[in-house]
């Protein structure tokens, strides 16, 4: 499985990041698996933010829930993550995965006027 991760490397202070994570190989729909979104902040540690699993149920971290949407597109094999509000904490190297067993390369988003 390969997973890719995409979208604004540069976000405004109290807009709303936009990111993408494409599948390959695995269908996100069809396979018992959770897909995940988890962040690391510049010198900090990882922090799961939420993730969709096969069913379409989705689950957030109750920190960042009231700013967080996540969706998928079967269509497309691809989820999405929306944070919205964002402020300069928010910057972070953003990776989609497959469980905890699959990764993307991850992107970095700043967060910044």
């Known amino acids: 499985v390969q997973l890719q991760e995409s979208g604004p490397g540069l976000v405004k202070p109290s807009q709303t990041l936009s990111l993408t994570c494409t599948v390959s190989?695995?269908?996100?729909?069809?396979?018992?698996?959770?897909w995940n979104w988890i962040r690391q902040p510049p010198g900090k540690g990882l922090e799961w933010i939420g993730a969709?699993?096969?069913?379409?149920?989705?689950y957030y971290s109750p920190s960042l829930k009231s700013r967080t949407n996540i969706s998928r597109d079967t269509s497309k094999n691809q989820f999405t993550l929306q944070l919205r509000a964002v402020t300069p904490e928010d910057t972070a190297v953003y990776y989609c995965?497959?469980?905890?067993?699959?990764w993307g390369n991850g992107t970095l988003v700043t967060v910044s006027s």
């Open positions: 995965t497959r469980t905890m067993a699959y």
């Open positions: 190989v695995d269908s996100i729909a069809a396979t018992c698996y959770s």
């Open positions: 969709v699993v096969y069913s379409g149920d989705i």
